[in-house]
């Protein structure tokens, strides 16, 4: 996991790979270096350019928005992003018969960056925001989540997720400047 923490620190601008190093808690750039060439194969330079030539421009339409912190209820779905519909469908099934879905955000909750991350590993939870009167969150597969406030990626979408998300995690991700371990 600190690798891929790693992997995401050098895609951003700013960072050398010593600092990135240290931060990552090796005592050494050495060792930073060949643990990293290790998991993916090319050193921290390399992967740093590579990461810079296939960055692209975003067109979707997205903002960054404050939220408050809120209370979700939620199904996990580890896998490639584009194939979370069942997560979706199984979450709607849940919270039709309790009225939410009249009223309540839908959300979309991505864990990992697909780009460092294995996308068969990759992590993310479909949610909805869920009154706090509704009580204990209980359901076959559902987990109660309490998201912090801050600044969060904000897209309108209706529709099947296939083909939505693998255009817009990593921009976003990219644009905002939130890792992971900051959701």
Same mark, same amino acid.
């Given at each position: 996991?600190?690798?891929?923490?790693?992997?995401?620190?050098? =895609?951003?601008?700013?960072?050398?790979?010593?600092?990135?190093?240290?931060?990552?808690?090796?005592?050494?750039?050495?060792?930073?270096?060949?643990?990293?060439? +290790?998991?993916?194969?090319? +050193? &921290? =330079?390399?992967?740093?350019?590579?990461?810079?030539?296939?960055?692209?421009?975003?067109?979707? &339409?997205?903002?960054?928005?404050?939220? +408050?912190?809120?209370?979700?209820?939620?199904?996990?779905?580890?896998?490639?992003?584009?194939?979370?519909? /069942?997560?979706?469908?199984?979450?709607?099934?849940?919270?039709?018969?309790?009225?939410?879905?009249?009223?309540?955000?839908?959300? $979309?909750?991505?864990?990992?960056?697909?780009?460092?991350?294995?996308?068969?590993?990759?992590? =993310?939870?479909?949610?909805?925001?869920?009154? /706090?009167?509704? $009580?204990?969150?209980?359901?076959?597969?559902?987990?109660?989540?309490?998201?912090?406030?801050?600044?969060?990626?904000?897209?309108?979408?209706?529709?099947?997720?296939?083909?939505?998300?693998?255009?817009?995690?990593?921009?976003?991700?990219?644009?905002? $400047?939130?890792?992971?371990? /900051?959701?």
């Amino acid at each position: 996991m600190r690798l891929e923490r790693a992997a995401w620190h050098l =895609s951003r601008a700013g960072a050398t790979v010593t600092d990135v190093a240290l931060d990552s808690g090796y005592k050494a750039p050495e060792a930073f270096t060949r643990a990293f060439r +290790s998991r993916f194969g090319v +050193s &921290p =330079s390399e992967y740093r350019r590579g990461v810079r030539a296939r960055r692209r421009e975003s067109t979707e &339409p997205f903002e960054i928005v404050r939220r +408050s912190p809120s209370r979700v209820a939620c199904v996990r779905f580890v896998g490639p992003y584009d194939e979370a519909n /069942d997560a979706y469908d199984h979450l709607r099934h849940w919270a039709e018969p309790l009225g939410l879905l009249e009223h309540r955000n839908m959300l $979309g909750i991505y864990w990992d960056d697909q780009t460092i991350t294995e996308p068969e590993k990759t992590r =993310s939870d479909a949610a909805i925001e869920v009154p /706090d009167d509704l $009580g204990r969150v209980v359901g076959s597969g559902i987990q109660e989540r309490h998201l912090p406030g801050g600044a969060y990626a904000v897209v309108q979408h209706c529709g099947p997720v296939r083909g939505l998300v693998s255009r817009l995690v990593s921009p976003l991700r990219l644009e905002a $400047g939130r890792a992971a371990d /900051d959701c």
